[in-house]
């Protein structure tokens, strides 16, 4: 799988933005917890602020963006790759199951979420790449079917085809958040459509620094923690495109 790997700077690049974001999202935090009676709901922002900044960051990568809807209501953004045409998005790893990437997880609950169509639709973009023989993995035609089932009207079925006719592969890159509140993980994954798993491609953990909070910034982290919310993007079950491709 070595072959589908970003190039070593640009992985540095991406792990430094993700992480930058992730302190962007603190400093906010922080200044919300001094300024405001009650700001547990800024616990759901935390993937635009490091969306916003990998964003931010696209002329060093050759990279392009654009806003597209998850469900109905939450916005998150695609990034594309050079002229390679790679399209990835960066994910939660704890709402994230390399074994079944469509279906979402929920921490610290007995049953899973719901199946999120857009992240097994935009794999399909795959469906010509190659993929390690797993004998254990065997297609799953289906869940595919029940996947489908999901994808509410023509428009969406058609903003989707044309994703798969734009870009050569799909990625998938997840961030991991430990016991204390700091970003120790980052993982470089290939979705593949047939059996609805993700294969690793790298462990991009090397690339990580500056990511150690004060104590002061774990409080105010804490309590979503303990409180056990819930990022909405774990439910995401559908994709619209929203505008033209930007560039910084």
């Not at 993929?131 to 595919?144: H, L």
Request: proline residues 4%; hydrophobic residues 30%; contains cysteine.
């Amino acid at each position: 799988m070595e072959h589908y790997r970003f190039d070593s700077k640009d992985s540095l690049t991406i792990v430094t933005a993700i992480v930058d974001g992730y302190r962007d999202y603190i400093e906010h935090r922080k200044d919300r917890h001094e300024k405001m009676k009650i700001s547990s709901a800024f616990a759901w922002t935390k993937g635009n602020f490091i969306e916003s900044r990998l964003a931010e960051t696209s002329p060093e990568l050759n990279l392009t963006f654009k806003k597209a809807k998850a469900g109905l209501t939450w916005d998150y953004l695609q990034f594309i790759h050079g002229e390679t045409k790679k399209l990835f998005l960066i994910k939660n790893a704890d709402y994230f199951n390399e074994n079944c990437f469509s279906q979402a997880v929920i921490p610290n609950k007995n049953n899973k979420g719901p199946r999120r169509t857009y992240l097994h639709e935009l794999s399909k973009i795959n469906q010509n790449l190659e993929f390690p023989f797993d004998a254990y993995s065997q297609p799953s035609s289906q869940n595919n079917e029940q996947l489908s089932l999901f994808v509410p009207d023509k428009q969406i079925k058609d903003e989707l085809g044309h994703f798969q006719s734009s870009y050569n592969e799909f990625h998938i890159l997840t961030y991991k958040i430990d016991d204390a509140y700091q970003i120790s993980e980052i993982m470089h994954y290939l979705p593949n459509p047939d059996n609805n798993k993700a294969y690793k491609i790298e462990d991009l953990s090397e690339y990580i620094s500056g990511s150690e909070l004060t104590d002061e910034e774990r409080e105010i982290i804490a309590p979503e923690q303990d409180n056990d919310i819930i990022d909405p993007a774990a439910f995401d079950i559908g994709i619209l495109e929203d505008g033209e491709e930007e560039s910084n």
